[in-house]
């Protein structure tokens, strides 16, 4: 694991990969603050097309759908 130096959410990658709960917290950075999906990246130094996948992933969550975009349980 590689702590990136100067995230504020100090992401920790391995292999390109974050851990679910960074993933969310980032993503809650976009939904729960109005800022842009690229103004937050920006500040993460993560891709922002990542970051719009964690952001539209979190906000089926919330809505209480599976990433899938179909109910939990369901399909």
């Known amino acids: 694991m ?3 130096e100067g995230c504020p959410l100090c992401l920790l990658v391995s292999v390109g990969r974050t851990r679910p709960s960074s993933r969310v917290e980032a993503a809650h950075r976009v939904i729960d603050t109005g800022r842009t999906i690229a103004q937050v ?3 993460l130094g993560i891709d922002a097309g990542m970051l719009s996948v964690w952001v ?3 906000r089926r969550r919330i809505a209480g759908r599976g990433p899938w975009g179909t109910a939990f349980g369901v399909g």
């Open 2 to 4: 590689v702590l990136l």
């Open 41 to 43: 990246a920006r500040e």
């Open 56 to 58: 539209k992933d979190e």
